[in-house]
């Protein structure tokens, strides 16, 4: 594990990362995605994060606490809501992630989420000119440098998944992707990476028509596209 959670009495608990690595903007971002629903977070010493509730776990066990190991519609949304807020707040700070595991998303009193380690967080490299081998020719992106070997998130990408060698570059949309697989997992329980494949669009769809034409379809669907530009966060 990445991050310790310590219980400091009956209602108030702490999170400190074991390197301190973005751990400032990491515990920004929290702040800023929950102080509307919270406002009892506070930073100590830069590396902890102190903060109030009456129940806590990762995303692991609070799926296994569900019936039939699901997440209902209305739990999926506040996931895509939460994270999506701090997504977004990493980014304006220049950082992304590569992707997700259960264990590293927080659950507060049953509806507040959030990233809690920064084991996967990367710093941004804004408007660098790089000759990609993917469209073979010179762009200007914003990605992230993978340049030792790495562990690759259990919710990842088709980027990653398709990722033989370093350095490497991935887009900072890359996450986008990731939270998707997310919320197909945590609402279906369908895991949609194959060993090194990803399934295609064909059994995804088949996948989400239970809630076909719905908000969180399209908000799915537009994380899902496969070329990283067209990938956006928009829940309407």
Request: net charge negative.
């Amino acid at each position: 594990m990445t991050y310790e959670i310590r219980s400091r009495d009956s209602n108030t608990f702490s999170i400190s990362l074991k390197t301190v690595d973005y751990s400032q903007q990491l515990y920004e971002s929290i702040i800023k995605s929950c102080n509307h629903v919270s406002s009892s977070f506070l930073i100590i010493d830069n590396n902890e994060l102190v903060f109030q509730a009456n129940k806590v776990c990762n995303l692991y066990k609070f799926i296994k606490n569900q019936k039939q190991n699901v997440l209902n519609y209305k739990q999926c949304m506040y996931i895509i809501y939460f994270l999506s807020r701090q997504i977004h707040f990493l980014e304006t700070k220049g950082i992304s992630l590569l992707g997700f595991d259960l264990q590293d998303i927080m659950v507060l009193d049953d509806h507040i989420f959030f990233i809690a380690t920064n084991h996967y967080l990367l710093e941004l490299e804004l408007e660098l000119e790089l000759e990609l081998e993917i469209n073979n020719s010179n762009s200007r992106i914003e990605y992230m440098s993978l340049l030792v070997p790495f562990t690759k998130p259990y919710f990842s990408s088709p980027e990653l998944i398709e990722l033989t060698s370093l350095p490497a570059f991935i887009h900072y949309k890359s996450c986008y992707y990731s939270l998707a697989a997310l919320i197909i997992y945590c609402l279906f329980d369908e895991y949609i990476f194959k060993g090194n494949e990803i399934k295609n669009d064909d059994e995804i769809n088949t996948i989400l028509q239970p809630i076909f034409s719905s908000k969180m379809y399209w908000f799915l669907k537009r994380c899902l596209y496969c070329d990283w530009e067209k990938r956006c966060l928009l829940f309407v």
